[in-house]
């Protein structure tokens, strides 16, 4: 049965190639690669050539994220707008090169008349993964009130930052925030490791269990997701409980 859908998905594609007059090397794409070839010409040939065109860049993009940022810089050079220089740093952001999406940020705040929500939040992320624990409890601190902060992972970064620099209470505040249940299990992991520091074990291993108890419950891509959080959790209560 598959054999003959094939066949006829080759034989749609053949005619589709005539009638539009498309260049003969496809033929040869689609008989000898077989299904694969039927898909690689209704992709680029038969769906709408734009949508096409943004698959190959994105792919393009995926494998090369150097000739992203290289688009991204000339289109604002083209135009300096707001949301090309977002778009730039974005890209930086993305390849990790935090030390160049931050300037980028820091001056689309300063063409804003307001904060914005976005690039304060993008601007918290850099600034942690540099270990600048003073400009993320800084900027946090300009968005904390806003009513997406608290549904944000921004807090959890607040929370390791004041941590880093010794405001414990505060830290821990913003850190239980993110203790959800059936959510967030890197961090809630890493606020259980947190309160074990703190001397406050029991309380550190309701989470412990709370999570173990959970991932009994998970799909099967999550379980592959947050498999390496499952083993520590395990591994920690294992220890708890020997100790």
């Avoid at 859908?5 to 003969?24: M, T």
């Avoid at 976005?118 to 540099?130: G, M, T």
Wanted: one cysteine or more; aromatic letters at 14%.
């Amino acid at each position: 049965m598959v054999y003959y859908l094939i066949i006829a998905l080759q034989v749609f594609c053949v005619y589709h190639l005539y009638k539009n007059r498309r260049p003969y090397y496809w033929i040869f794409v689609i008989i000898f690669l077989s299904l694969i070839g039927c898909i690689i010409y209704l992709i680029t040939q038969v769906y709408n050539k734009r949508d096409a065109e943004k698959i190959t860049s994105e792919i393009t993009h995926i494998i090369n994220p150097t000739k992203k940022i290289n688009d991204l810089e000339k289109q604002l050079q083209f135009s300096e707008s707001y949301q090309n220089r977002v778009n730039l740093a974005d890209a930086y952001l993305e390849i990790k090169d935090y030390n160049s999406a931050i300037p980028h940020y820091l001056e689309a705040l300063e063409g804003n008349m307001q904060n914005d929500f976005y690039v304060i939040i993008q601007l918290i992320k850099a600034y942690f993964n540099i270990e600048n624990y003073k400009n993320v409890v800084l900027y946090a601190e300009k968005i904390k009130e806003h009513s997406e902060f608290k549904k944000s992972k921004s807090q959890f970064l607040y929370g390791l930052a004041l941590e880093k620099l010794g405001e414990f209470e505060a830290a821990e505040t913003n850190l239980r925030a993110i203790d959800i249940r059936y959510s967030f299990y890197n961090e809630r992991l890493v606020l259980a490791k947190f309160l074990i520091s703190r001397q406050k074990e029991a309380e550190a291993k309701d989470i412990l269990e709370e999570i173990q108890t959970e991932s009994q419950h998970m799909t099967k891509p999550n379980k592959r997701l947050f498999k390496a959080t499952i083993q520590d959790v395990e591994k920690l209560l294992t220890t708890m409980n020997n100790s």
